[in-house]
């Protein structure tokens, strides 16, 4: 019975070993076939599964995401690209919103920062980060 190992993909993929056991615990790869001596075999394919999903990852997917692309790319030979589109769209939307929710955190922390501070202890209910955090001084202007 022919085969790699689990260290042998994680190897090539350039993944832990741990990173290759919750992918198929996840479905995300195919389950592996035993060796006579129970050993975990794996094929090739897994190797080019296993980089479509770290490639898929840096663009933003989650795990369950990349389950769905995955099913569609192994169910047939043609894929509508509406579909597609509309998950990218759908990406996109979400990494916006994260980045304005980002920068007035930014905006925030810069509020709080321009505060005069001391290199000096002061009493913890006169830093200007705790009183900033219990007032709740989370304005809605998203300037930088």
Do not use: W
């Amino acid at each position: 019975m022919g085969g790699l190992t689990i260290g042998r993909i994680a190897q090539l993929s350039q993944v832990s070993i741990e990173t290759v056991r919750y992918y198929e615990k996840r479905g995300l790869i195919s389950e592996a076939t035993r060796s006579e001596s129970g050993y975990r075999l794996f094929t090739h394919k897994t190797i080019e599964d296993i980089r479509f999903i770290k490639s898929a990852q840096a663009l933003g997917l989650t795990l369950e995401e990349i389950r769905q692309v995955l099913m569609i790319f192994y169910s047939s030979e043609e894929v509508e690209t509406s579909t597609m589109f509309a998950l990218a769209e759908e990406k996109l939307k979400q990494i916006e919103s994260k980045i304005a929710q980002l920068q007035h955190q930014k905006h925030l922390l810069k509020k709080v920062l321009l505060k005069s501070h001391t290199p000096h202890p002061i009493l913890k209910d006169q830093c200007p980060v705790i009183q900033s955090i219990m007032k709740g001084d989370h304005d809605n202007s998203h300037e930088d």
